[in-house]
């Protein structure tokens, strides 16, 4: 049956989703499916159970990817498959070495770095710093089984851009070359149920029998099947690039003892083998390849740019300059997308598409740790700080969208707020000689005397209607709107702070629009004591923010939503010092 559960969400069942306690990648449209298979330190693998059921999960967690469109692609010839040649995979070769095993916990890397980004739709990025382990020695000692299948390492990315998936590999190292067989990457191992021609983006021909280079004359060559998917090597990263369609027989009781016993299964299996050959003493490889998963030919020009491959960055552009996928294994590299200069504060797989004039930016630890609370993202001279998901959402995927030219102006408004060091200075001189003075409070709460109802309350008094559990509409009516400092006198505030020693005022006034004369006269009154201008803050509304930092009402709400510019409120009112 065709489950296309259509109509829901972006990433739920359609689009690309990372599920992050598993270690995978997933995307699924009307058209195809697929898959990319992880598994970090923080996994554990797909277990193996000899004399009874499946006896050779050993690949199946090594970035290992899946393409389909009908679904039987694989379940045709797992009986055949060469094991050590999964699609996806870089192992050396050696099949005939490997033995059945029973292990409960299967295999992942020795490293804590696997993550993918995405914010659900067609665009996703996984990276994976891959080294087989067995899954049970982070626990205790097992002895090692199959050695054929260990010893390799390599930084893995995937990068899914509409309808391609490229593949990157950095660092691809044969840790024990004494060891017989080359070091491989497996582009793909499917069935071969369509028919199966070469393309060099003009003309495409039938292939002879045998194995054949995807290289012709320094330049890359599409294979395509009919029902199927194209693949092409990235001829710049790999050079020696092959494919080979074979028949084999299946092997299925030898894969699953279930099987024996059954009937009608098929004896024989045709595939279509594509790979990378690093050869036996590989040190610091590189690969490339590109899948195409849309309608037709692939396009002459592929429609995205390879940034960086190493491993510090792996990372891709779209053609058009509107996506990066980047994956960092290290804090602080850079990478140049569309003329700026791209970095993150800590190692993350990212996602950035611009959408018009503002970025929708996708970011995931792939470290998973609990004690990261934020990551900065740096693009050009722009930087946002994204919150990662905590608790058991750690590891999760988090996008946030956001406008440059606005988060330009937020930190210019931010900015202004910080002295510079030389004014910062000259203020802490003035403090240090001026040293005593006088912090008032002065509201229309100072009429209560911390007092309400003959009951007296302990603490500050500006907190009385908190402490007393004042109904706000009692409080404005019998304390604010009775309000009236008829009693005030500047010149006797004066007086007592100069007689005491004091060398200035500080005074905070949460109702200063009722009380603007009276501070005014009480800043001339301490300019006469003092011999000094006191300075008075010059206050503004929402309308006069707006007009002065060129922004809407909405992304001035969320300015104050998120503490980025300081304010006083006042009723339902807002104010804003200048400075």
């Known amino acids: 049956n065709n489950i296309r559960m259509e109509g829901y969400p ?19 449209t009307p058209d195809y499916y697929m898959m990319v298979n992880m598994a970090s330190s923080r996994c554990d693998g797909l277990e193996s159970a000899g004399n009874f059921a499946d006896e050779f999960n050993i690949y199946t967690n090594d970035g290992l990817t899946l393409f389909q469109r009908k679904g039987d692609e694989y379940r045709k010839i797992i009986g055949a498959m060469d094991l050590t040649a999964m699609p996806g995979v870089t ?5 005939r070495r490997l033995k059945p095993i029973t292990n409960w916990r299967g295999f992942c890397s020795k490293y804590n770095f696997a993550g993918a980004a995405t ?50 590999g950095a660092g691809v190292t044969n840790l024990q070359p004494e060891q017989e067989g080359n070091i491989r990457t497996s582009i793909e191992q499917t069935a071969h149920q369509g028919k199966v021609t070469l393309y060099d983006g003009k003309k495409r021909w039938q292939p002879s029998s045998g194995i054949h280079s995807l290289i012709e004359k320094g330049k890359p060559l599409w294979i395509l099947q009919e029902g199927g998917f194209a693949y092409a090597p990235l001829s710049e990263l790999s050079s020696k690039s092959f494919f080979l369609c074979e028949s084999r027989p299946n092997e299925w009781v030898k894969r699953n003892l279930v099987n024996k016993g059954k009937k009608n299964l098929p004896v024989q299996a045709d595939l279509l083998r594509v790979w990378v050959d690093h050869g036996r003493n590989v040190e610091n490889d590189v690969y490339g390849y590109v899948v195409y998963a849309g309608e037709g030919l692939p396009p002459q020009e592929n429609p995205f740019d390879i940034l960086r491959n190493d491993t510090l960055v792996q990372a891709v552009q779209s053609a058009d300059e509107k996506v990066l996928e980047a994956v960092f294994y290290r804090a602080d590299e850079t990478v140049q997308w569309s003329g700026l200069p791209v970095k993150t504060s800590v190692p993350c797989v990212l996602l950035i598409e611009r959408i018009g004039e503002e970025y929708s930016v996708s970011v995931t630890d ?9 990551v900065k993202v740096e693009i050009g001279d722009v930087a946002i700080d994204i919150t990662l998901p905590s608790g058991k959402e750690c590891g999760k995927c988090v996008t946030q969208r956001f406008s440059p030219a606005v988060e330009k102006r937020r930190a210019s408004a931010l900015n202004s707020l910080i002295p510079d060091k030389k004014e910062l200075d000259s203020r802490m001189q003035w403090f240090e000689q001026a040293r005593f003075g006088m912090f008032i409070h002065w509201g229309v709460y100072s009429s209560l005397g911390c007092s309400w109802n003959g009951k007296k309350y302990g603490g500050y008094g500006e907190h009385i209607q908190r402490m007393a559990r004042i109904p ?13 400092p008829q009693e005030f006198d500047a010149e006797e ?87």
């Open 91 to 95: 192992a050396r070769e050696g099949e």
């Open 10 to 28: 972006a990433g739920r069942y359609n689009g690309t989703r990372w599920f992050y306690n598993n270690d995978d990648l997933i995307k699924r």
């Open 493 to 579: 505030w004066v007086r007592i702070a100069k007689e005491t020693g004091m060398g200035y005022f500080i005074i905070t006034d949460s109702n200063w629009a009722k009380l603007r004369n009276e501070i005014l006269n009480l800043a001339e009154t301490c300019h006469k004591a003092f011999g000094e201008r006191s300075r008075h803050t010059d206050w503004l509304h929402n309308g006069d923010v707006c007009r002065l930092l060129n922004i809407s009402k909405r992304t001035l709400q969320h300015y104050r939503d998120t503490g980025a510019l300081p304010f006083a409120q006042i009723g339902h009112k807002c104010y804003y010092k200048r400075e």
């Open 366 to 374: 792939p470290t998973m740790n609990v004690h990261l609370k934020q």
């Open 472 to 484: 706000v509409e009692v409080y404005k009516e019998k304390v604010a709107g009775t309000f009236n």
């Open 119 to 168: 914010d659900g739709g067609g665009n996703a990025v996984a990276g994976y710093l891959f080294e087989k382990m067995d899954a049970t020695s982070k626990e205790k000692d097992v002895k090692m089984e199959n050695p054929v299948a260990f010893g390799v390492r390599a930084y893995k990315s995937y990068f899914m851009l509409g309808d391609y998936l490229i593949a990157l």
